[in-house]
Nanobody, 116 residues
Framework: QVQLVESGGGLVQPGGSLRLSCAGS???????MSWYRQAPGKERELVAS????????NYADSVQGRFTISRDNAKKTVYLQMNSLKPEDTAVYYC??????????WGQGTQVTVSS
């Protein structure tokens, strides 16, 4: 059974940092992984993606230069380091895995709130 479990969210002041983790289980940890986020009243959007062995990453324009996605395949964990956080980064952050069409999985989400 595939499971994705996020952690690391919380309340942080503008300009602060957080590191999110996504622990995977129930599958071979050899697929590209992504982080999405969904703010209240908005559609879920792609934040960052990382290839199966971490050699390639992609970021949304809004987080480029502030967020870093990484992975530790030995620990079956994907990370999202978020620096210089802004109030507009407030959202629920989700880990996403797509093995193939029809086999797509989401974590339960972790809340990130950026506020003074």
């Amino acid at each position: 059974q595939v499971q994705l479990v996020e952690s690391g969210g919380g309340l942080v002041q503008p300009g602060g940092s957080l590191r999110l983790s996504c622990a995977g289980s129930g599958f071979t940890f050899s697929y590209a992984m992504s982080w999405y986020r969904q703010a209240p009243g908005k559609e879920r959007e792609l934040v960052a993606s990382i290839s199966s062995i971490g050699g390639s990453t992609n970021y949304a324009d809004s987080v480029q230069g502030r967020f870093t996605i990484s992975r530790d395949n030995a620990k079956k964990t994907v990370y999202l380091q978020m620096n210089s956080l802004k109030p507009e980064d407030t959202a629920v952050y989700y880990c996403y895995l797509r093995i193939r069409t029809g086999y797509e999985y989401w974590g339960q989400g972790t809340q990130v709130t950026v506020s003074s």
